[in-house]
Structures are given as C-alpha cells and as structure tokens.
C-alpha cells in the first residue's frame, strides 16, 4: 500500500519523506491557494519544489476544464518534471484526455470521483490512479468506503491496471480500512499518517521502561 501526502505544504512534505514512508504527493486547487500560490510561475515553482523533495509521484492538476486546454496545461505540467502525475477532472473532456495522455506514456490520475461508473469510465481511458473521495461522501451521508471497496472489486474482477488511490481521507480509521479493503494508495494530511504512531499502551509502556532503567542504575 502506497502513501501519499494531500497538501502543498513543502513542510509537511518533507517531515512526511523523512519518516520513510512516503510514495508521492497530491495537490489541489485549493491546496495550493491555502499555501498562497497563485501565477503560473509561481505554481510551476511550487510543483517543482515539491518533486526535489520527493522520489516520484506529485499530482499536478489542470484547470482547464476543456479537452484542448487540459492537453496544452497537462503537457506543460508534466514538463516541470518526470515525477509529475496530470491530474484531471471527471469529467467528459476529462475521459478524452486521459485517453490522450495515455497515449503519450503521461501518467494521469483522474479526481472528483464519486461513483463506480466513473471508476470505470476513468479504468477504461487508461487512468494511471482514480481518485474516489471518502470523506466528502460521508459528509453527505453516503458511505465512501463501501464505495472503495466497490471499485477495488470491480478493478480485480476486470484486471483493470488504473490503481485505487483513495482520498479525502479525514482520519486513521479511513486509512486503516482502506488497507483491509486493498486500496492501491491512500492520500492524507500529514496528522493522519502521525496519527498512526498513536497509542497510549505505547506511551506509559516507554515512560515505564524508561523509569525502571533509571531505578535499576540508581538514578
Ligand atoms: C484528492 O486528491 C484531494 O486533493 C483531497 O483528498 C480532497 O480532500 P478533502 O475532501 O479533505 O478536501
């Protein structure tokens, strides 16, 4: 199981690549105006600071929502770098250009998915990762992990190659159950993937080990 990092923040970036376990970034729109990135410059900047902090994998996505523009902006983003992944919208002219880059050997990861017939819609244009968001189903009363299980039925039943990268995910359980489910690749903040380390067995079973090491050397 892939994990990747939901955010533009080059720090959180980072203190998620230190620990060793991270395998790729996803940014949004809204991520990137939350750090204040905005010119096409700057953005492209951005992207690339973010691709010399990690090993592959960094989700770059268009704003065009036409086939034309979506094929010049995902051409020109998955120029910064090789470890850039287009990414791009569900949408119909969204289909046609991942079908496009396919073609043309870029890795696309198509988002906004919230149902099974996108799923496959996205699996048979070639999508390299499909992006079905949990928690804004849940916000809505529709439960975004049976949908995640949905999929990653259909996708082994098929052979489908496109991978499972589940997103908005809001907290550890997603991310666990996600991995009981066989998603390919979760993408989280960072307070999800620390959140991981926490149990407070762990902790008062530290601070004991700790005191009686101490006790025993006469401390
Ligand atoms: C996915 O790639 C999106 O950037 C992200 O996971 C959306 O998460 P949110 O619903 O918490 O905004």
């Known amino acids: 199981m892939k994990f990747f990092i939901d955010t533009a923040n080059l720090d959180e970036i980072r203190e998620a ?11 949004n729109p809204s991520l990137m105006a939350k750090e204040g990135i905005s010119g096409d410059a700057n953005v492209r900047a951005h992207y690339k600071a973010i691709c010399d902090i990690v090993d592959d994998k960094v989700s770059a996505e268009v704003i065009s929502t036409d086939f034309e523009g979506m094929i010049k902006e995902g051409k020109e983003l998955a120029k910064i770098d090789d470890k850039i992944v287009v990414k ?4 119909k002219d969204g289909v046609k250009a991942i079908k496009y880059f396919n073609s043309e050997g870029i890795r696309t990861n198509c988002t906004l998915v919230f149902s099974a017939g996108q799923a ?8 390299s990762y499909l992006s079905p968001f949990i928690g804004r189903l849940d916000d809505i ?46 993408t989280c903040p ?4 620390t959140g991981l380390l926490k149990h407070p067995l762990t902790d008062s079973g530290l601070a004991t080990f700790l005191a009686d090491h101490a006790k025993a050397a006469g401390k």
Do not use: N, W
Not at 17 to 27: A, C, F, P, Q, R
Not at 88 to 91: A, L, S, T, Y
Not at 120 to 127: C, P, Q, R, T, V
């Open 190 to 193: 960072l307070k999800v993937i």
């Open 141 to 186: 009363s529709y439960d975004g992990l049976e949908l995640i299980e949905q999929i990653v039925h259909i996708y082994h039943t098929y052979g489908f190659a496109t991978e499972v990268l589940a997103a908005s995910v809001r907290h550890s359980m997603h991310l666990i159950k996600c991995a009981e489910i066989g998603a390919d690749v979760v």
């Open 120 to 127: 496959i819609l996205a699996a048979k244009a070639g999508a």
């Open 17 to 27: 690549y230190d620990l060793g376990v991270l395998d790729g970034v996803t940014t």
């Open 88 to 91: 791009i919208p569900m949408i």
